[in-house]
């Protein structure tokens, strides 16, 4: 249920390829996949530890702000282990749906053991859904694993009603060069190391080093609105927390 080919611009990654964790650009989405899948089940202690504890609060408020209410039928896509996903089920109540989507088997695992049932496993860029199938399109902290961001706004833009609601939370590079500094030490050497020696597994050296490489190199904002509104999305926002740290991208299909 991919959009018509004739609706695709130019691409555009989220970041320039990172050849150090894989060889090849086509093999990222397989490098990414097996990542997560070696680090799912202790993802949501990462959360824990990156978000201070307030991870599930901040998701709750951003989703309230961004106008999702009891009743609506939301896709959580990319939704690792549910923390997103838990939080919209929470908000639209017994009257609403919710699905959460990812690529990663381990994640879904995760996400189904946080009592969130309604599971698909795809990807952003070829959503599995009709037109117009939701109401509000959520994707938490994965804007930077995507390939193709034309691609995927196109899809959400699809599958999306007419007036409904993006809202992609995302961690961003900060805009002070003393708190990057700090972001970057805290979360490739401090919590790389933190997790590597709790659970023995190497792969969470590799995951923060990834996450943090990932976020630094992301595109700017400008570049991420332009691709909203080339995809046919208006009344875009931009809502920018802890000194750029944390951005939080809104926009509506016109």
């Known amino acids: 249920m991919s959009i018509d080919a004739s609706r695709r611009t130019s691409s555009l990654p989220p970041h320039p390829p990172l050849h150090d964790y894989y060889k090849q650009t086509n093999a990222r989405q397989s490098f990414v996949n097996d990542l997560f899948n070696r680090t799912a089940m202790h993802y949501r202690g990462i959360d824990r530890a990156t978000g201070f504890g307030s991870g599930l609060w901040y998701r709750r408020k951003a989703l309230r702000e961004a106008g999702l209410v009891p009743g609506m039928k939301v896709l959580d ?13 929470h908000i639209v109540g017994q009257t609403g749906h919710v699905i ?7 994640m879904l695992h995760e996400a189904r053991n946080a009592a969130c049932p309604n599971l698909v496993r ?30 995927a706004f196109q899809e959400y833009a699809r599958v999306l009603k007419p007036g409904g609601v993006v809202l992609i939370l995302e961690i961003s590079r900060p805009r002070s060069a003393v708190l990057r500094l700090l972001s970057r030490f805290y979360i490739k050497r401090v919590l790389g190391t933190v997790f590597v020696t709790a659970t ?15 976020t630094e190199q992301c595109i700017p904002p400008n570049m991420i609105i332009d691709a909203f509104k080339e995809a046919g999305f208006g009344n875009i926002t931009l809502r920018q927390c802890v000194r750029g740290l944390l951005h939080n991208y809104r926009a509506v299909k016109t």
């Open 122 to 151: 795809a990807v952003g860029e070829c959503l599995p859904f009709s037109d117009g199938s939701f109401d509000f399109l959520s994707m938490g902290y994965a804007l930077r694993h995507v390939s193709d961001l034309t691609l």
């Open 77 to 89: 896509v990319a939704c690792g282990p549910g923390l997103v996903t838990e939080c919209a089920a």
């Open 100 to 106: 959460g989507l990812d690529p990663s088997t381990g």
């Open 200 to 214: 023995r597994n190497q792969d969470f050296q590799t995951l923060m080093h990834y996450w943090w490489d990932t």
